[in-house]
Structure formats: structure tokens, C-alpha cells
């Protein structure tokens, strides 16, 4: 079992910053593809980023914005999100997956764009 613990989400206003953390236990954490993702009031979850030793990928509504990062030595995937829009704001999930077919979340991190 892994766990995944998301931290870092808060109010932040038009224009601002927040980068957000994810620490997945387990002692091959640099082997397991991470991800964020976000559901907002209303809507279905959606794919915001993804990380592995092959490189990044980003939904497009965030390109240029966000940046996801990982710290292996720390068991921690980041997401800076720069820029914020009001419609960036929902809970932010993180996820671990783990081969061969396993798919962790964590409980979610609030972020809010509002002035």
C-alpha cells in the first residue's frame, strides 16, 4: 500500500503563485509514474500534469503555467502553478501509479483563485 499525502493549496489571488507537494511513501518512488490532477465544483476530475524519468506532460489548459517537478531522494512530486486563473480553482489530487496496475490517490488539496 502507498500512501500519498498533498500539501500546499490555499487562497491565492489572480496572477499568483502556489506550488503544491506530494509525498508518496514506498521505497521505489522513483520508478512510479506521478501525476496531478484537479476536480472543480460540478465537474469531472481532469488531468493537469505527469512525471516520469521520461520526461513531463501537461494538459493544455495549463502549458506554460504550471510546472511539475520530482525530488526522489525526497519521495516528492511539486507542482508550481503560475499565473493562477479563477478557473484553476478546484482540489488538487495527486496520484502514484505503481507497476504493475496499481493507482493511488491522495485526499486533495484546496486551491482557490479569487480576489
Known amino acids: 500500500q502507498v500512501q500519498v499525502v498533498e500539501s500546499g493549496g490555499g487562497l491565492v489571488q489572480p496572477g499568483g503563485s502556489l506550488r503544491l507537494s506530494c509525498v508518496a511513501s514506498g521505497r521505489t518512488f522513483s520508478s512510479y509514474y506521478m501525476s496531478w490532477f484537479r476536480q472543480a465544483p460540478g465537474k469531472e476530475r481532469e488531468f493537469v500534469a505527469g512525471?516520469?524519468?521520461?520526461?513531463?506532460v501537461y494538459a493544455d489548459s495549463v502549458k506554460g503555467r504550471f510546472t511539475i517537478s520530482r525530488d526522489n531522494a525526497k519521495n516528492t512530486v511539486y507542482l508550481q502553478m503560475n499565473s493562477l486563473k479563477p478557473e484553476d480553482t478546484a482540489v488538487y489530487y495527486c496520484?502514484?501509479?505503481?507497476?504493475?496496475?496499481?493507482?493511488?490517490w491522495g485526499q486533495g488539496t484546496q486551491v482557490t483563485v479569487s480576489s
Open positions: 512525471i516520469n524519468w521520461g520526461g513531463t
Open positions: 496520484n502514484a501509479q505503481v507497476a504493475p496496475r496499481n493507482d493511488y
